[in-house]
C-alpha cells in the first residue's frame, strides 16, 4: 500500500466517522508526511462543511456602488494594467475596417467580467480583452486563453466573439467565438474535443477580418433586372431568354439517370421555346393578369407533356 | 507603477495592483457569512433572513466596515480583519432576525476568555486591552482555511467530470453522507466514500500548485510591511 493508499483509506474511514459509521481513524502508522497530509484534509473536510460552492458573491462594483470608495475603486480599475492600450490607439488599429466603432465597455466592468472595450463592426458586437498579464504572444494559443474568454458569452448573450489581444505594437489577437470553449465530438474521428484554438494569432484588424469573413461571409452582388413599362417595346429578347432556360432543362434532361426523365427533358427544344416566348410577351405587355398566367403556364407543362 | 500622487488619499486595499486582494477578501468574506447564516441558495434563489436581510447584504455591509478600519489602527492583516468582520456582522444580522423569536428567559449570551486573550503585552511592559475587531491567529488561519476551499472548489469545477463533481459538493460543502449521495448517482454509499477519498487528495495536490494556497498568510503580511 503506498502513501496515496493509504491517505485514501484514512479519508473514507474519517468520511464514515462524519456520517456516524464507526470510529475515527487513527494515524498511528501513518509516516510523518502522510500523517501530515492526513490531518489536513481532516481539517479541510471540517471547513467545508456549510459552505456553499454554488454561491458566488457580487462584485465590488455592485457591492460598492453607492459608498464613497466607488470612485476610489474605479480609479483603481482604471489605473490599473488592463487598460493598456488606451482606446485611442484601439480605434487606431480598427481604422481599416470600415464603420467600426469602439467603446469602453462599462457595463463589463461593473459586473466583474473581463472585457476592456466593445467594438461595433457590420453588425456585430465582438467584445476585446487586452491580456497584458501574458508573458508573450505565444500565451494567445493556449487554449486556457480561450477558457478565460469563455465568461465574457456567459454575461452577454449579444457577443458574437471575444478577441483576446496581446498589448504589442499590431496589438495581436485571437478571436474565440462562443463554441471553442466548449466540449464537442469531433468528426469524423468521433473524439471529444476540449476548448481548442480554432484561428491564428493575427494583428487585431486582420483577425476580426478573418472572423467576419467567417460568420459573415460577403455575397456577391444581386444582377439587377430591367422593369418594362406596359406600353413600350420590351427592350429584351424573350426567344433567348426562354431558349436559355429550355436549354438548361434539357440538358439536365439528358444526364438524367431515370430513363422517363431523360427521355422527357431531353426532348424539350426550340417548339417549348418558342411557346414559352409567346407566353412572356403578352405577360409583359399586360395582356395576362396572374390567373391566366398562371393558366397559361399550366397548358404548356400539359403539352410538353 | 502609478505616480505617488495618484495614490494619495487611496484606502490601501484600493490601491493599484490590489485589486486580485480584494477579490479574494470578498470571496472569503462571502464564505464565512455564509457559513455563519447557514443558509445556502436555495434551487438558484438566495434565501434570506427574516426581514429580508441576505448574505449580499451582509457580505456588502462587512465590506465597507473593513474599509471605514482606520488603516492607521490595524493590527495583523486585512484578512484576518476580514473574518472577525464578516464573522461579527453574520452573528449581528441572525441577532436582529430572530430577535423576537429568542427565549426571553435565555438573557444575552455572554462569552468568559481567559485575561491572556483578552490583553496584550505592550511595549512599555504594561498590558493593555486587545482591540475586539483584531480577530488574531484564529482569524488568520480561517482565512487561509476557507480560501483554500475556494481553491478546491474551483479546481474541481475544472478536473472532475459531472458524477464526480456531485459527489463532492454534496459531501465535501454540503455535508452530506455517502449513503445518501450514493444512491442520486447510482452507487452504494461505499463505493461514493471510495471516490470521495480519492477526489480529495487529488485536489488537494493540484491546489498546492497555487502559490497562495499554503502561503497566504505569510504573503499578505508581507505585503502588509
Request: glycine share 6%; aromatic share 6%; net charge negative.
Amino acid at each position: 500500500m503506498n502513501t496515496n493508499d493509504r491517505v485514501k483509506a484514512i479519508i473514507e474511514q474519517y468520511v464514515s466517522y462524519l456520517d456516524g459509521q464507526g470510529d475515527a481513524p487513527s494515524l498511528d502508522h501513518l509516516t510523518p508526511d502522510e500523517r501530515k497530509l492526513a490531518r489536513e484534509l481532516m481539517a479541510s473536510m471540517e471547513t467545508a462543511r456549510g459552505m456553499d460552492p454554488e454561491a458566488s458573491p457580487p462584485s465590488l462594483e455592485q457591492l460598492l456602488a453607492d459608498s464613497k470608495y466607488f470612485d476610489q475603486l474605479r480609479t483603481s480599475y482604471e489605473a490599473s494594467p488592463t487598460q493598456q492600450p488606451d482606446i485611442e490607439e484601439v480605434r487606431q488599429q480598427l481604422a481599416s475596417l470600415p464603420a467600426a466603432r469602439v467603446e469602453l465597455d462599462a457595463v463589463a466592468k461593473a459586473v466583474g467580467v473581463r472585457s476592456n472595450f466593445v467594438i461595433f463592426v457590420k453588425g456585430h458586437r465582438l467584445r476585446m480583452q487586452v491580456r497584458d498579464d501574458f508573458d508573450d504572444i505565444e500565451a494567445l494559443r493556449a487554449p486556457s486563453t480561450v477558457i478565460s474568454a469563455s465568461p465574457v458569452f456567459g454575461a452577454f448573450h449579444d457577443t458574437a466573439g471575444v478577441v483576446v489581444s496581446f498589448p504589442d505594437n499590431d496589438l495581436s489577437s485571437l478571436v474565440v467565438d462562443p463554441f471553442d470553449a466548449q466540449y464537442c465530438i469531433e468528426a469524423p474521428s468521433g473524439d471529444l474535443k476540449g476548448p481548442r484554438v480554432r484561428r491564428p494569432v493575427l494583428p487585431v484588424a486582420e483577425a476580426i477580418r478573418g472572423f467576419l469573413e467567417e460568420i459573415a461571409p460577403p455575397f456577391e452582388t444581386i444582377p439587377t433586372f430591367h422593369t418594362l413599362e406596359p406600353d413600350s417595346d420590351l427592350g429584351f429578347d424573350p426567344l433567348s431568354i426562354s431558349s436559355a432556360a429550355v436549354a438548361a432543362v434539357s440538358d439536365t434532361g439528358r444526364r438524367a439517370r431515370i430513363e422517363a426523365k431523360k427521355e422527357a427533358w431531353g426532348a424539350l427544344g426550340r417548339r417549348e421555346a418558342e411557346a414559352i416566348a409567346e407566353t412572356i410577351v403578352r405577360a409583359a405587355r399586360g395582356e395576362l393578369d396572374e390567373n391566366s398566367l398562371s393558366d397559361r403556364v399550366l397548358e404548356l407543362a400539359r403539352m410538353a407533356s | 507603477m502609478t505616480k505617488p500622487n495618484a495614490q494619495a488619499g487611496r484606502h490601501p486595499l484600493l490601491a493599484d495592483g490590489q485589486r486580485q486582494r480584494l477579490d479574494r477578501i470578498r470571496t472569503v468574506m462571502y464564505q464565512v457569512i455564509i457559513k455563519k447564516l447557514n443558509h445556502p441558495r436555495d434551487q438558484g434563489q438566495e434565501r434570506v433572513l427574516l426581514g429580508g436581510v441576505s448574505a449580499d447584504d451582509v457580505l456588502q455591509d462587512a465590506l465597507i466596515a473593513l474599509l471605514d478600519y482606520s488603516p492607521s489602527k490595524l493590527k495583523g492583516s486585512w484578512e484576518e480583519l476580514a473574518v472577525t468582520i464578516a464573522r461579527n456582522k453574520a452573528v449581528s444580522a441572525i441577532r436582529k432576525a430572530t430577535a423576537f423569536r429568542r427565549d426571553p428567559a435565555s438573557g444575552e449570551e455572554i462569552a468568559v476568555i481567559p485575561l491572556e486573550r483578552a490583553a496584550r503585552p505592550t511595549e512599555e511592559g504594561g498590558i493593555a486591552p486587545i482591540d475586539l475587531l483584531a480577530g488574531g491567529a484564529d482569524a488568520a488561519a480561517e482565512f487561509q482555511s476557507v480560501y483554500q476551499q475556494v481553491v478546491l472548489r474551483d479546481l474541481a469545477r475544472q478536473h472532475l467530470d459531472d458524477r464526480e463533481r456531485r459527489i463532492f459538493f454534496e459531501m465535501h460543502f454540503r455535508g452530506r453522507p455517502g449513503d445518501e449521495v450514493g444512491p442520486e448517482v447510482g452507487l452504494t454509499g461505499r463505493r461514493t466514500r471510495q471516490i470521495y477519498g480519492g477526489i480529495l487528495p487529488r485536489l488537494w495536490e493540484l491546489a498546492k500548485r497555487d502559490p497562495l494556497f499554503s502561503a497566504i498568510e505569510e504573503n499578505e503580511r508581507e505585503d502588509d510591511t
